[in-house]
């Protein structure tokens, strides 16, 4: 009985966990950094290099505040109640955001906005670290990376659903495109839909992510809860004791290095896309599509090579594709866009690895009481690394170069800058040690064999046609 109420108990955490999600990608894929809409918004706010480096730094910064989602839940019992109060809160700050340009001048709207998407992402950064915890208790490590995969799955296919739907409806506002609807209608919107009123898109975009964002909290409400045992400690010993653990430091310095890395011109992927290479953003959803695609078809090989052969071998393996697509962008320009297609298939598979990875990781080296509080200082670390190289870029923004023959823009020397940079993770990955991790080397072999086993099939298969035609 006990076995089957644990497997009725997992089976409703997962569907609940599920659901909630997708809600809940609606409101991030429409309203939190990261979103083409948020990008295209702040742009026509006027944000200049400055702001969107601050924008991409917002991000980040959130995440060193994810150890008050320690403090914030360590002496009670429960954690769903207060991590309901904050999704609830910092989604309904996205009915704010459209509005602004009505509220403020342009130079101040950009401001407010930013510091509105702020306060909304610190919220969210809090409730993951105690989310975390919540769901590491429910969901047993033996299946939790293929958990994540699926989780992921259904995530990408709301997120692309979604970024069609109202990319195509804010493309009819937009004066330098040729939206998809418009192609389709042929004629240009007048009145309220005529392109000097793009607020209107945007006050629709983030009034649906709000709404979403509220129907997910109520799913979130229903997901089942162990309770937890509540700390008593001092809250500065909580936060200095995983410090003390070697192997967790080492994986600190891992991290720093590789959100370092990744800060690099991180700011500019999707303006490079609006503004040098003019694509709209449906176009920039199509690019997408393909990336969406070929992480949903990786998610599976990867859950089962995180739980085969354990973290740190499928990031040394997510590293080498991660050094390889910036490089890509090279060569890009407005007259042969279309090679970012390619481009997004195996960025697509590096990013559905790192991302199951990044949740992994740290829940396979922390002893089992202290996943939260392990997890929330891993955040901070790594939020601050990457605001470091995000601002920079913003900042000292290089100017456009002649390179090895290449008439290189400001945005693409970054892009070159930080896939270079990307490889060297490698160095302090090798410090860490994973319990029940196995080597790289096993996982190279493994997919030799499996490589192997795959061409010999289909020579078999070409050979019997070859038979059986003469």
């Given at each position: 009985?006990?076995?089957?109420?644990?497997?009725?108990?997992?089976?409703?955490?997962?569907?609940?966990?599920?659901?909630?999600?997708?809600?809940?990608?609606?409101?991030?894929?429409?309203?939190?950094?990261?979103?083409?809409?948020v990008?295209?918004?702040?742009?026509?706010?006027?944000?200049?290099?400055?702001?969107?480096?601050?924008?991409a730094?917002?991000?980040?910064?959130?995440?060193?505040?994810?150890?008050?989602?320690?403090?914030?839940?360590?002496?009670?019992?429960?954690?769903?109640?207060?991590?309901?109060?904050?999704?609830?809160?910092?989604?309904?700050?996205?009915l704010?955001?459209?509005?602004?340009?009505?509220?403020?001048?342009?130079?101040?709207?950009?401001?407010?906005f930013?510091?509105?998407?702020?306060?909304?992402?610190?919220?969210?950064?809090?409730?993951?670290?105690?989310?975390?915890?919540?769901?590491?208790?429910?969901?047993?490590?033996?299946?939790?990376g293929?958990?994540?995969?699926?989780?992921?799955?259904?995530?990408?296919?709301?997120?692309?659903?979604?970024?069609?739907?109202?990319?195509?409806?804010?493309?009819?506002?937009?004066?330098?495109?040729?939206?998809?609807?418009?192609?389709?209608?042929?004629?240009r919107?007048?009145?309220?839909?005529?392109?000097?009123?793009?607020?209107?898109?945007?006050?629709?975009?983030?009034?649906?992510?709000?709404?979403?964002?509220?129907?997910?909290?109520?799913?979130?409400?229903?997901?089942?809860?162990?309770?937890?045992?509540?700390?008593?400690?001092?809250?500065?010993?909580?936060?200095?004791?995983?410090l003390?653990?070697?192997?967790?430091?080492?994986?600190?310095?891992?991290?720093?290095?590789w959100?370092?890395?990744?800060?690099?011109?991180?700011?500019?992927?999707?303006?490079?896309?609006?503004?040098?290479?003019?694509?709209?953003?449906?176009?920039?959803?199509?690019?997408?599509?393909?990336s969406?695609v070929?992480?949903?078809?990786?998610?599976r090989?990867?859950?089962?090579?995180?739980?085969?052969?354990?973290?740190?071998?499928?990031?040394?393996?997510?590293?080498?594709?991660?050094?390889?697509?910036?490089?890509?962008?090279?060569?890009?320009?407005?007259?042969?866009?279309?090679?970012?297609?390619?481009?997004?298939?195996?960025?697509?598979?590096?990013?559905?690895?790192?991302?199951?990875?990044?949740?992994?990781?740290?829940?396979?080296?922390?002893?089992?009481?202290?996943?939260?509080?392990?997890?929330?200082?891993?955040g901070?670390?790594?939020?601050?690394?990457?605001?470091?190289?995000?601002?920079?870029?913003?900042?000292?923004?290089p100017?456009?170069?002649?390179?090895?023959?290449?008439?290189?823009?400001?945005?693409?020397i970054l892009?070159?800058?930080?896939?270079?940079?990307?490889?060297?993770?490698?160095?302090?990955?090798?410090?860490?040690?994973?319990?029940?991790?196995?080597?790289?080397?096993?996982?190279?072999?493994?997919?030799?064999?499996?490589?192997?086993?795959?061409?010999?099939?289909?020579?078999?298969?070409?050979?019997?046609?070859?038979q059986?035609?003469?």
């Amino acid at each position: 009985m006990a076995d089957r109420g644990k497997s009725s108990e997992l089976r409703h955490t997962v569907v609940f966990s599920i659901t909630e999600g997708v809600y809940t990608q609606v409101y991030i894929a429409l309203a939190t950094v990261g979103s083409a809409f948020v990008t295209r918004y702040a742009l026509l706010l006027g944000a200049m290099p400055f702001h969107l480096g601050l924008l991409a730094a917002i991000g980040q910064l959130a995440l060193v505040f994810q150890p008050l989602g320690i403090v914030i839940t360590r002496r009670g019992t429960s954690r769903k109640r207060i991590i309901v109060k904050l999704a609830t809160f910092g989604r309904a700050l996205a009915l704010l955001y459209g509005i602004l340009p009505f509220l403020f001048p342009r130079y101040t709207a950009i401001w407010v906005f930013l510091l509105l998407l702020s306060i909304a992402t610190s919220m969210h950064a809090m409730g993951t670290n105690a989310w975390i915890a919540w769901i590491s208790d429910m969901i047993p490590e033996r299946i939790r990376g293929r958990f994540f995969s699926w989780r992921s799955r259904y995530f990408m296919i709301v997120g692309l659903f979604i970024g069609y739907v109202f990319g195509a409806i804010v493309d009819i506002f937009d004066p330098k495109t040729e939206g998809f609807i418009e192609k389709v209608i042929s004629v240009r919107p007048t009145g309220i839909l005529a392109p000097e009123h793009m607020n209107v898109a945007f006050i629709l975009v983030f009034t649906a992510a709000a709404v979403f964002g509220y129907l997910g909290v109520q799913f979130l409400k229903r997901q089942p809860e162990r309770p937890k045992r509540a700390d008593d400690e001092r809250v500065s010993a909580s936060l200095v004791t995983p410090l003390r653990d070697l192997n967790f430091r080492k994986f600190l310095i891992y991290n720093f290095w590789w959100m370092l890395a990744l800060g690099i011109g991180s700011p500019f992927w999707q303006p490079f896309m609006i503004q040098k290479l003019q694509m709209s953003l449906v176009n920039i959803q199509v690019y997408g599509t393909i990336s969406a695609v070929a992480s949903i078809l990786a998610l599976r090989p990867w859950g089962m090579v995180i739980d085969r052969f354990g973290n740190k071998a499928a990031m040394r393996l997510a590293i080498v594709l991660g050094g390889i697509n910036p490089l890509v962008w090279l060569f890009v320009n407005t007259g042969n866009s279309w090679i970012l297609n390619i481009e997004a298939i195996t960025s697509g598979i590096m990013w559905s690895g790192t991302n199951i990875v990044a949740m992994n990781f740290v829940l396979s080296i922390a002893p089992r009481d202290g996943r939260q509080v392990y997890s929330g200082i891993l955040g901070a670390v790594s939020g601050t690394a990457m605001v470091i190289t995000m601002l920079l870029s913003g900042i000292l923004l290089p100017r456009a170069r002649d390179i090895l023959g290449m008439h290189l823009q400001p945005e693409q020397i970054l892009f070159g800058l930080t896939g270079l940079l990307r490889w060297t993770a490698h160095i302090p990955l090798s410090w860490v040690k994973e319990p029940k991790g196995r080597p790289f080397g096993a996982l190279l072999y493994y997919i030799r064999q499996s490589a192997k086993v795959r061409i010999g099939q289909f020579i078999g298969v070409i050979a019997r046609n070859g038979q059986n035609d003469r």
